[in-house]
């Protein structure tokens, strides 16, 4: 560009630059400022709660809940088949199987035709294994298959997903292999361990105060993990099968034929479903498909175990994540709106001190659904540091005792913004799910929202004496590089220090 200026051009320029630099530095008008539209904590007490009407009946064992959300005639369909019965092994099985499930011929059609019905007929078609934690007593484990259609396609969509539910020959041996070698790929090409070390970390600590955390090994880290150095199960199970694929082959269409017939069981099958006004035509059309699924009681499968120990994890990472938790129900509180505020303050104290002083990536604080208290970090090469954060999270409420009104009100404005999300159907049904588990209604939500707007400074005393009780009670691990743990965890008290392939 300077070629084609010439030198008084240039000059200029560099004086225009000049200007606006000066400029910039300039305080803005308050005239501007003023004119800015802003919200003030008087403005959101009418805010409308988003929420979904819900019907619910039950039909020969099988619990229907119909959603009243407008899909634009997508017809949105969950079906939640209860997995409690199976155990660990048999997870990584039917984690593959949602992976292999249309990957060869059915008892009516060609691979190759499955594969146009799917692209021509269903907007949508999604299978996963999810778990839920309810109470320290109660947790919901499924694998949930969702899928989206046009009612004029009803035909075609039921007479696929019978094939592929209860026919799949398994027998594409190219398709299958290319498939677990996607797999496999993708799990050794993750650029990064760092959310797997995080939840990892997150699992054990509060498995050391409700055993039914350890069920979320299964999704988050034993074959949900992804990373380079965190090796998870499945991916060990992957390299067996393919290391020798030509003779581990015909078991593996067993196993898959095998965990099918555990996955389709209608006994406590729970189905989600929203078109508004769509909903008797969808549970006929449905009706034939269900009426070929087996109903057998489910014998459960336990295997989650309260942790004893506060536990360094070793992975070869370049750093890691802290974690120490609680349980408010457990320390004597019920819940109440205006702990969001506290989980507000304590993320801004976490953010500045773990990761802006002491250089992670990350930090937070949050309450979960079933009243657990979580203290976290990302990417955190230190130890005793991070530790020490946790432990002074009451010394750092006690000099916010006299913050100001206007640093307050922001805390509380944040705690509003989930009153305020945009949501599409698929969200909005989501949603609709999640007060289903946890039994939410627009009365327990309109509450939270009237304690979130009149939480007061006066409240910090109470917050104080809550996080006072939950640094008392130790409850952390830390899942980081060998190095790092003797280094800057040497003044923190680990019962035990162990290796990833050692995790249960």
Same mark, same amino acid.
């Given at each position: 560009?300077?070629?084609?200026?010439?030198?008084?051009?240039?000059?200029?320029?560099?004086?225009?630059?000049?200007?606006?630099?000066?400029?910039?530095?300039?305080?803005?008008?308050?005239?501007?400022?003023?004119?800015?539209?802003?919200?003030?904590?008087?403005?959101?007490?009418?805010?409308?709660?988003?929420?979904?009407?819900?019907?619910?009946?039950?039909?020969?064992?099988?619990?229907?809940?119909?959603?009243?959300?407008?899909?634009?005639?997508?017809?949105?369909?969950?079906?939640?088949?209860?997995?409690?019965?199976?155990?660990?092994?048999?997870?990584?099985?039917?984690?593959?199987?949602?992976?292999?499930?249309?990957?060869?011929?059915?008892?009516?059609?060609?691979?190759?035709?499955?594969?146009?019905?799917?692209?021509?007929?269903?907007?949508?078609?999604?299978?996963?294994?999810?778990?839920?934690?309810?109470?320290?007593?109660?947790?919901?484990?499924?694998?949930?298959?969702?899928?989206?259609?046009?009612?004029?396609?009803?035909?075609?969509?039921?007479?696929?997903?019978?094939?592929?539910?209860?026919?799949?020959?398994?027998?594409?041996?190219?398709?299958?292999?290319?498939?677990?070698?996607?797999?496999?790929?993708?799990?050794?090409?993750?650029?990064?361990?760092?959310?797997?070390?995080?939840?990892?970390?997150?699992?054990?600590?509060?498995?050391?105060?409700?055993?039914?955390?350890?069920?979320?090994?299964?999704?988050?880290?034993?074959?949900?993990?992804?990373?380079?150095?965190?090796?998870?199960?499945?991916?060990?199970?992957?390299?067996?099968?393919?290391?020798?694929?030509?003779?581990?082959?015909?078991?593996?269409?067993?196993?898959?034929?095998?965990?099918?017939?555990?996955?389709?069981?209608?006994?406590?099958?729970?189905?989600?479903?929203?078109?508004?006004?769509?909903?008797?035509?969808?549970?006929?059309?449905?009706?034939?498909?269900?009426?070929?699924?087996?109903?057998?009681?489910?014998?459960?499968?336990?295997?989650?175990?309260?942790?004893?120990?506060?536990?360094?994890?070793?992975?070869?990472?370049?750093?890691?994540?802290?974690?120490?938790?609680? !349980? *408010?129900?457990?320390?004597? =509180?019920? $819940? %109440?709106?205006?702990?969001?505020? +506290?989980?507000?303050?304590?993320? /801004?104290? @976490?953010?500045?001190?773990?990761?802006?002083?002491?250089?992670?990536?990350?930090?937070?604080?949050?309450?979960?659904?079933?009243?657990?208290?979580?203290?976290?970090?990302?990417?955190?090469?230190?130890?005793?540091?991070?530790?020490?954060?946790?432990?002074?999270?009451?010394?750092?409420?006690?000099?916010?005792?006299?913050?100001?009104?206007?640093?307050?009100?922001?805390?509380?404005?944040?705690?509003?913004?989930?009153?305020?999300?945009?949501?599409?159907?698929?969200?909005?049904? !989501? *949603?609709?799910?999640?007060? =289903?588990? $946890? %039994?939410?209604?627009?009365?327990? +939500?309109?509450?939270?929202?009237? /304690?979130? @707007?009149?939480?007061?400074?006066?409240?910090?005393?109470?917050?104080?004496?809550?996080?006072?009780?939950?640094?008392?009670?130790?409850?952390?691990?830390?899942?980081?590089?060998?190095?790092?743990?003797?280094?800057?965890?040497?003044?923190?008290?680990?019962?035990?220090?162990?290796?990833?392939?050692?995790?249960?």
């Amino acid at each position: 560009m300077e070629e084609n200026l010439n030198n008084k051009e240039l000059d200029n320029l560099n004086k225009d630059i000049k200007k606006f630099n000066a400029w910039s530095k300039e305080p803005v008008d308050k005239k501007i400022i003023n004119s800015i539209p802003s919200v003030k904590l008087s403005d959101l007490s009418n805010s409308e709660i988003p929420t979904v009407k819900r019907k619910e009946e039950t039909v020969n064992g099988v619990t229907f809940v119909d959603n009243d959300i407008n899909t634009y005639d997508i017809n949105l369909v969950s079906l939640k088949f209860d997995t409690s019965g199976l155990n660990q092994s048999e997870k990584l099985d039917s984690e593959l199987f949602s992976y292999l499930m249309s990957a060869s011929s059915t008892k009516d059609f060609s691979f190759e035709e499955i594969s146009n019905n799917l692209t021509k007929y269903f907007f949508k078609l999604g299978l996963n294994n999810r778990t839920a934690i309810l109470d320290n007593d109660n947790i919901s484990r499924r694998f949930v298959i969702n899928f989206e259609y046009l009612q004029d396609d009803k035909t075609e969509v039921y007479n696929t997903l019978e094939n592929l539910f209860l026919e799949g020959n398994f027998d594409n041996k190219l398709e299958i292999k290319k498939r677990l070698e996607g797999l496999r790929d993708s799990i050794l090409t993750s650029s990064s361990d760092a959310n797997v070390i995080n939840r990892m970390s997150v699992i054990k600590t509060m498995s050391m105060i409700n055993p039914n955390y350890n069920y979320y090994l299964d999704e988050e880290v034993n074959f949900g993990g992804r990373g380079y150095y965190v090796y998870p199960p499945m991916l060990t199970k992957l390299n067996k099968i393919l290391d020798n694929y030509d003779e581990n082959f015909l078991q593996l269409q067993e196993d898959m034929k095998t965990i099918r017939e555990k996955i389709f069981n209608k006994h406590n099958l729970l189905i989600f479903y929203s078109n508004r006004g769509n909903y008797q035509n969808f549970k006929t059309n449905i009706t034939p498909l269900l009426s070929k699924i087996k109903d057998t009681p489910i014998q459960k499968e336990s295997y989650g175990t309260l942790e004893n120990s506060n536990l360094a994890i070793i992975v070869p990472a370049q750093n890691g994540s802290t974690s120490w938790g609680n !349980n *408010l129900t457990d320390m004597g =509180y019920k $819940y %109440n709106g205006k702990y969001k505020i +506290m989980s507000n303050m304590i993320n /801004e104290y @976490l953010n500045n001190k773990i990761r802006v002083q002491n250089g992670a990536y990350g930090a937070w604080f949050y309450i979960t659904l079933n009243r657990d208290i979580v203290a976290s970090s990302y990417r955190d090469g230190e130890v005793d540091k991070t530790l020490d954060t946790y432990k002074e999270i009451p010394n750092y409420l006690r000099s916010e005792l006299n913050i100001k009104q206007d640093k307050f009100d922001g805390f509380i404005l944040k705690s509003m913004a989930k009153y305020y999300q945009a949501y599409t159907p698929d969200t909005l049904m !989501n *949603l609709s799910y999640t007060h =289903y588990l $946890y %039994n939410i209604s627009l009365e327990d +939500m309109e509450q939270e929202k009237a /304690e979130v @707007l009149s939480t007061s400074k006066k409240d910090i005393s109470e917050f104080i004496e809550i996080m006072t009780k939950f640094s008392q009670q130790k409850y952390y691990s830390t899942v980081n590089n060998e190095n790092i743990i003797k280094e800057k965890g040497n003044n923190s008290h680990f019962d035990k220090v162990i290796k990833f392939k050692e995790i249960k």
